[in-house]
């Protein structure tokens, strides 16, 4: 450790410091207080106008670096960037964080999380989206409509609770048109890639079937889907993947979904492909129109990504770009 | 907004995209959700080793911007920053952020904010320390140590309650000793300056009597003043300002106290001095060294005044020096 003992400017006026009080009476022996060995809930809220948005973890996954989690550099650049965000460049740290936007007349969940099957599966590490509503208060029957911003696992496997009944019962579900149309067509599927992407239409076929089949409605882009709630095209990441606008009054908020992956790799540098883009340069398009979009405007930024609780402004840095978080304002 | 719309790439293909399924039976109307109209406590947990560490907010003060608040630059510098940090520029955002070590033997609250007679005047807004600890599940008679880093007011007017009782009835409190014998000594208070430094005086006669003296220890600096918690000298903030290292095992954590008020200011802006800054040129060469350790040895800071959690790293950035949040971990 550097020195930081007292300049001796102080000296003179320090050398009758020592000791001015005695010992005290010893105190009364108590217990040790046994540690609490568990995270506090991860919720936080704010406003957008008179909408409240109700940030709510589903948790993080923490895997070794896969070889190509960057398609389009090498994995030793990778692992720099990673030490140079002061995190472990062997492991790749990956957070999830649905919000939930009470508009006065609707509760809507964007996104559901990795689900509750996750949850019992990686041991609470993921899948808390449950439990964390709970710490916030929100009854999963009170949700009117759970928004679904693309179709992958993440997004949207927490449709569905472990006992296979609906997590959300009384929500109408809300899916791109055009990105519910893409995974539920059998001539897509016959040409999907083996590995992910045939993995990924399973898994949809899976998900959006029974009871999320009954409850579910398309919506359309530049429309609202919920009041205030406006959908847009970003693609890239997936087929039709959309990002919302949520405004009340003179305020907003771009919610990204997945235009960027988490922030520390993407934003910083918006060129690198992640695997799980399904077309890399047309993310990387999007990316940066929507990147560019939002360091012009200073306007807030919501990522599903982005560590907890998410809520952040953009600054361009050299060829990329800043996340600045947002600072934690104790009241509402 | 900038254009957001599907590229024509994707335009043939998403022909067929629109409204693939017709419009389902309405859902059961629900009644409208209230919003919760508060925020979710405000406590995260880490550990360092085999410590366990509870950062629970204190709230933040909001205030329009002084004139003086840095003395020795321009107001519209501070405005302009403040605006470069995405912050409203007229106005002064002040998180107060304490955090309780459980050593596994003993429960220490370092700082203890701005009181419960502070919660009551400022509508909720600061003093949160007492309801945000009911939210972690700690017991204020559980608290055996409160450990005081200097003596401004936000750090130790909530060793009383409202009700003039022990806010830590069972807890030693150990104090600087230096900086205790300087508030506590006569000389010192007949040549305080008016305003300011006077106020200070008086609070701390206030505040370092009857049972608070009574329970009271002085420490040194460069010793441990709990197990894995070193006191060392940070002078310049106040007479003998105080940080801590909280380590254990091959971990630890530089708790700063005010080496650094806000970081967006004076991390950001070093040479910046802050009228609480007891003596800012000692402040800054504090600041400075610190800081320098901390890039140099990318160790981990918990910032008094950073926003909640406060948990960090440091990076040089141009002539200054860029905090970092730590990325919000949803399991411990």
């Known amino acids: 450790m550097t020195d930081l003992t007292r300049r001796s400017v102080f000296t003179g006026a320090a050398a009758a410091g020592a000791a001015v009080l005695g010992p005290i009476a010893p105190t009364p022996t108590q217990a040790a207080t046994a540690p609490a060995g568990k995270q506090a ?26 070889d190509n989690l960057v398609t389009n550099v090498k994995k030793d650049d990778v692992k720099a ?5 002061f995190l472990d460049p062997e492991k790749f740290f990956n957070p999830y964080t649905p ?12 996104d559901t999380g990795n689900s509750e099957a996750a949850y019992n599966r990686s041991n609470g590490a993921v899948g808390q989206l449950l439990t964390n509503l709970a710490a916030a208060d929100i009854d999963p029957k009170a949700i ?26 009384n929500a109408e579900i809300l899916v791109p048109a055009e990105e519910h149309r893409f995974w539920m067509d059998d001539g897509e599927m016959s ?3 083996p590995g992910r992407m045939e993995d990924l239409f399973k898994n949809n076929r899976r998900v959006f079937t029974g009871d999320v089949l009954k409850r579910l409605r398309t919506y359309e882009w530049n429309k609202e889907v919920a009041p205030g709630i406006t959908a847009l095209a970003t693609r890239g990441h997936s087929w ?17 979904s997945d235009v960027t992956h988490v922030p520390f790799l993407f934003a910083r540098n918006p060129g690198w492909h ?18 560019d979009m939002l360091a012009a405007e200073k306007m807030m930024v919501q990522g599903y990504h982005y560590p907890f609780p998410g ?4 600054e361009k840095d050299g060829t990329g770009y800043r996340v600045i978080p947002a600072i934690w304002s104790p009241t509402i």
Do not use: C
């Open 81 to 85: 960037m990673l030490a140079a965000s």
């Open 144 to 169: 009117d409509m759970v928004v679904i911003s693309h179709y992958h696992g993440d997004h949207v496997n927490g449709l569905w609770r472990a006992d296979n009944t609906l997590a959300f019962p």
């Open 240 to 256: 039709a993947h959309t990002s919302f606008v949520v405004a009340s009054g003179s305020s907003k908020v771009f919610v990204q």
């Open 311 to 314: 809520l952040a402004h953009v």
């Open 99 to 110: 919000i939930v936007v009470n508009t006065g007349s609707k509760l809507v969940l964007i």
């Open 274 to 291: 992640a695997f799980v883009d399904q077309d890399g340069p047309q993310a990387e398009a999007t990316r940066r129109r929507v990147y």
């Open 41 to 66: 809930p991860g919720v936080y809220r704010y406003k957008v106008g008179t909408h409240e948005i109700t940030v709510v973890t589903d948790g993080v996954n923490i895997a070794p670096l896969a």
């Open 191 to 193: 040409r999907a890639a």
